[in-house]
């Protein structure tokens, strides 16, 4: 069975820090384009973070610039997001998604996350002030 599984999240105060990480079973990542989404209570699921299928590419969205931080490696799995200086808006479930297999050059350089699905089950973080 292919499926997406996401871990790393918990509880931590305004200010702290967490590693979450996106592994799928079943499959590697190596040629999938990757995001992180988040829902919070009440509000729609919401864009992150993503990174290309090849790793160059990697965009943010604006209320986690310069805290959190996309990564992976060449061998595909697992995908992380370190999240930093955490704030209690950052509260959610969070969630990956894939787009791809992507093999052509200009497809392995972007990520959408417009995209993306299969999200898996997700992980909660809270953050508390």
């Known amino acids: 069975q292919l499926q997406l599984v996401e871990s790393g999240g918990g509880s931590v105060q305004s200010g702290g820090s967490l590693r979450l990480s996106c592994a799928a079973s079943?499959?590697?990542?190596?040629?999938?384009?990757i995001g992180w989404f988040r829902q919070a209570p009440g509000k729609e699921r919401e864009g992150v973070s993503c990174?290309?299928?090849?790793?160059?590419?990697?965009r943010y969205a604006d209320s986690v610039k310069g805290r959190f931080t996309i990564s992976r490696d060449k061998r595909g799995n697992p995908v992380y997001l370190q999240m930093s200086s955490l704030k209690p808006e950052d509260t959610g479930v969070y969630f990956c998604a894939i787009d791809g297999p992507n093999y052509a050059a200009d497809r392995r350089s972007s990520c959408n996350y417009d995209d993306m699905s299969g999200w898996g089950a997700g992980t909660r973080v809270t953050v508390s002030s």
């Open positions: 990174i290309s299928a090849s790793g160059d590419n990697t």
């Open positions: 079943g499959f590697t990542l190596r040629n999938f384009a």
